[in-house]
């Protein structure tokens, strides 16, 4: 991975964060400056030509502008990439793109050299560049949404493994006892306790326990819940135990695999980090190697939603544009 001090390159990389909701686009420099950037509905279908349709006339409408040229594409999708970058493998929540070669068709209707990416392997390189993760070799992000994605770099490298499906993070088995099953088809899965989900799973499971509760007069969200929580009531607080003692058991096996630098926590759910931090810390300094755990710092992500568009383009800036 180059160095940030590089002059700036004075192109322009077509970023794209294909979401299973939403599909956001930016034009971003090789120093992370975003030039333009939209937000729409990711279009939904049979077959994946609504998304590349959508691609296609976003680029259009973008590629007329007077400015720097844009040199390559880099997309991200919410689900596991092949080794070369170019067919999607599985995306369980865009299952139109499943053995897709994305790249092919749209390096033939973009006209630019297209790399794929998983999201989040892409959240972890955005970090290390420009974010928490900073002057770091070896990282690992979690990133707590919807569900739970992970990304791994090692001395430097994104970590992709040998099969592309490296930093499956959520899907690394915490409780095999629990009963709960997983879209994956596992049981017991990180993200069936440590997901914006699961805070709302967890809290209308418990919802009898606690009658007092605010949160049973209202709909239920995982920000609903932080801001009960942050108010003190008990049911909010006791999920955000649960949810940090989850979280932490995940981490501590982390830090035993891979013994990385700092481990970056993304996505919504990090809002709750003054309610489930002390029961995250407290798991892994049990469970982790002691001397290590000490060292291990373990930090909120600071690039946002962007982290999975920078690192695109980094991706694209290191491995397309010589
Ligand atoms: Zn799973």
Not at 95 to 100: A, R
Not at 150 to 173: C, F, K, N, Y
Not at 191 to 199: D, K, V
Not at 281 to 301: G, L
Request: some cysteine; hydrophobic content about 45%; proline content about 4%.
């Amino acid at each position: 991975m180059r160095e940030t001090s590089q002059p700036v390159n004075p192109a322009l990389v077509f970023a794209v964060d294909l979401g299973g909701t939403y599909l956001r686009i930016a034009l971003v420099d090789s120093s992370g400056k975003i030039h333009q950037q939209s937000k729409q509905r990711t279009p939904k279908g049979e077959s994946p030509d609504c998304v590349v349709k959508a691609l296609v006339t976003a680029a259009g409408n973008w590629k007329s502008d007077d400015g720097p040229p844009i040199v390559a594409a880099s997309i991200l999708v919410p689900g596991t990439v092949d080794t070369n970058n170019a067919t999607v493998i599985q995306a369980p929540n865009l299952p139109s793109l499943t053995n897709y070669s994305l790249k092919a068709v749209l390096e033939d209707r973009l006209g630019w050299p297209v790399l794929l990416e998983n999201d989040a392997n892409a959240a972890a390189v955005g970090e290390m560049w420009l974010g928490a993760a900073r002057d770091c070799r070896d990282v690992v992000s979690v990133t707590l949404g919807t569900g739970v994605g992970g990304g791994v770099i090692l001395d430097g490298e994104l970590w992709r493994g040998a099969h592309g499906s490296a930093g499956e993070i959520g899907h690394t088995t915490v409780d095999p006892f629990s009963g709960l099953k997983c879209k994956c088809g596992n049981v017991g899965c990180l993200e069936l306790f440590a997901s914006a989900t699961a805070i709302v799973r967890m809290t209308r499971e418990n919802l009898s326990r606690f009658p007092g509760s605010a949160l049973n007069r209202e709909e239920l969200t995982a920000e609903g819940v932080y801001e009960a929580g942050r108010d003190g009531d008990a049911l909010a607080l006791s999920v955000f135990e649960k949810f940090g003692t989850y979280l932490g058991i995940g981490l501590a096996n982390l830090i035993n695999i891979f013994d990385p630098e700092i481990i970056v926590i993304a996505g919504g759910a990090v809002n709750g980090w003054s309610l489930f931090a002390s029961y995250m810390q407290r798991e892994v300094n049990e469970r982790a190697v002691r001397a290590t755990a000490q060292q291990v710092k373990i930090a909120a992500a600071q690039c946002g939603d962007n982290a999975g568009l920078l690192g695109a383009v980094r991706l694209a800036f290191d491995d397309l544009v010589r």
